[in-house]
């Protein structure tokens, strides 16, 4: 029997390297996590349930479904691209440092802020991250000129087409990216066209991930599983920093669904559920995936179409499709307990996950 190959050791290395970046980020999260909830319930940042939908007519199963949820802290999703951010940070200015301090080199292995995978996503996440604070503390105290408060949507769709064309700008002047895969296919350029389908994409997975963050534990799971999902594909490609921030992520997810799975210690928030979705979406441009983000978040897909057509159907022909929008409530009303619709959208995910993984890497080529 051979030995294995000296050149499998820097793929251990960089496995490695990605899982501990993983394991420390859920490390720091777990930390953090009770000092903001502390700080949340101590100054009643809470959500309010809404008694009447976008259009100004009244809810007749949401608002009751989740009448207790009322008062519950929301901004929980802070922590998740807060630890990451300060991951980042740490793996490129102390780690190595403390390396040579411990004689210990494989520490600044860990590094993995680096302007070719991770300063954009990292851009995206806080960017939005911040963005999706203010519009929480503006729903919390009531601010703003919506009904209860918050940033007035075609605000916060200004922002995020604002924060989308930065990195449409950044991918198409600055990296030369014209190009979109299609697995088992090829790649195909698109020239100018690639700057609409990048903002496309980022509005997409930004705005149904705050569409699908409706029940305790939802779209935490769904983005833990897409982003576990895009770390492999990454690692695939050999983009190994690109990968460890995806692992970033997915451990401060984890930390965060300790306490946000039913029943909710605290909500995500569009400060989580926003920036999320928007680094998701720069990712899969980042791993030439544009399709495979759709396969591997079909419930966004879903959750969004079930709004449009709910709001449609309203609009044209005064009639319900779903009991309620987005789809998740629609269940809910018909019966099915929290969890269990949580626990299903969460199997559909990993399926999803999964399928999204196997065409990625097979049909690369």
Request: with cysteine; aromatic share 16%; proline share 3%.
């Amino acid at each position: 029997m051979q030995v294995a190959q000296i050149q499998t050791i820097p793929e251990v290395f960089n496995l490695l390297k990605i899982l501990f970046t993983g394991l420390i980020s859920f490390s720091l999260a777990f930390f953090i996590i009770p000092f903001w909830t502390k700080f949340l319930y101590k100054n009643k940042i809470g959500i309010k349930i809404k008694k009447t939908s976008v259009n100004g007519e009244k809810l007749k199963f949401v608002n009751k479904l989740h009448a207790k949820k009322e008062g519950t802290p929301t901004m929980g999703g802070a922590t998740i691209w807060f630890s990451v951010l300060i991951l980042a940070f740490l793996s490129h200015y102390f780690f190595p440092v403390l390396a040579d301090w411990l004689d210990i080199n494989s520490l600044a292995r860990l590094d993995f802020l680096s302007r070719s995978q991770t300063w954009l996503p990292l851009f995206a996440l806080v960017a939005a991250g911040i963005l999706g604070l203010f519009d929480d503390v503006m729903s919390v105290k009531g601010w703003g000129k919506n009904k209860g408060g918050g940033m007035r949507f075609i605000m916060r769709f200004g922002w995020l087409v604002l924060i989308a064309s930065v990195g449409a700008w950044w991918f198409y002047s600055k990296l030369g990216w014209d190009k979109i895969h299609v697995p088992a296919v090829g790649d195909f350029s698109i020239g100018l066209w690639y700057i609409p389908l990048f903002i496309f994409v980022i509005l997409f997975s930004a705005i149904s991930s705050n569409e699908t963050d409706g029940l305790d534990g939802l779209n935490g799971g769904v983005l833990l599983m897409a982003f576990g999902a895009f770390a492999t594909i990454a690692f695939s490609q050999n983009k190994m920093d690109l990968a460890s921030f995806c692992l970033a992520i997915d451990g401060a997810l984890l930390a965060f669904l300790w306490f946000n799975i039913y029943p909710a210690r605290f909500f995500m928030g569009d400060t989580g559920a926003v920036s999320l979705g928007a680094t998701l979406g720069v990712i899969a441009m980042l791993t030439n995936s544009v399709i495979i983000l759709f396969i591997a978040v079909l419930i966004y897909v879903i959750e969004s179409l079930s709004v449009i057509i709910q709001l449609t159907s309203k609009k044209f022909f005064h009639k319900k499709v779903f009991l309620a929008a987005p789809i998740h409530h629609h269940f809910e009303a018909k019966g099915w307990p929290e969890p269990k619709v949580v626990m299903r959208a969460w199997i559909f995910t990993i399926l999803t996950s999964v399928l999204a993984v196997i065409i990625g890497i097979i049909g690369k080529g």
